[in-house]
């Protein structure tokens, strides 16, 4: 009986070091996403900012869906970017659905700070949750990389919030850095 008793012991003290070790192999991959994902954020923003805008079409309606665009400007920081590419967009809301979009470019003049062009993606949005919404801060996942003037590529990833505004009137923009800018539609 007594030889039985080192063996259970064992037993128990190797299967304590496995979940022990388990353990810290998910702490340290937890930790290294959220340190690449820091480091994505951080990247963009060391070069430009970005500014989204939502603005939802009341006149373009169907039986189930509203339409709209989604507005992307970029307030260039840095005078080595040459290029901003998004490849990808998502929605923290399901009823909110990005139109087909494959990737939007932002060709930047070299040595060029301040504000870009605009670009825009169409969206749609589900009645039913139109007949119930609040105005209320929304989320967009923004995903993509930008390019250097030596074509050194960085992967980004943003989140940017906004609340959906209609179109059809003058929107003020928010200032970037004390400049503020407005966009007639």
Do not use: W
């Not at 430009?48 to 189930?64: C, I, K, P, S, T």
């Not at 998502?90 to 504000?115: C, M």
């Not at 967009?140 to 059809?168: Q, R």
Request: glycine share 4%.
């Amino acid at each position: 009986m007594l030889t039985l008793l080192p063996k259970y012991f064992f037993e128990l003290i190797n299967l304590i070091m496995h979940y022990l070790l388990f353990t810290l192999v998910v702490i340290i991959v937890t930790a290294s996403f959220y340190f690449i994902r820091k480091r994505k954020v951080s990247n963009f923003q060391e070069h430009a900012e970005m500014q989204v805008r939502v603005l939802l079409d009341r006149n373009n309606v169907d039986y189930v869906k509203q339409y709209g665009c989604v507005l992307f400007q970029l307030n260039i920081l840095d005078d080595q970017l040459k290029e901003v590419v998004i490849t990808e967009l998502r929605a923290a809301n399901r009823n909110f659905l990005i139109n087909n979009f494959e990737k939007l470019n932002f060709f930047i003049s070299p040595s060029h700070k301040g504000e870009s062009a605009m670009r825009s993606v169409g969206f749609s949005i589900y009645n039913d949750y139109l007949k119930n919404y609040k105005p209320k801060k929304e989320g967009l996942i923004v995903k993509g990389y930008i390019k250097d003037v030596k074509n050194m590529k960085s992967a980004f990833m943003v989140t940017s919030y906004f609340k959906m505004e209609p179109l059809g009137k003058e929107i003020e923009q928010e200032t970037f850095n004390g400049r503020a800018s407005s966009l007639a539609i």
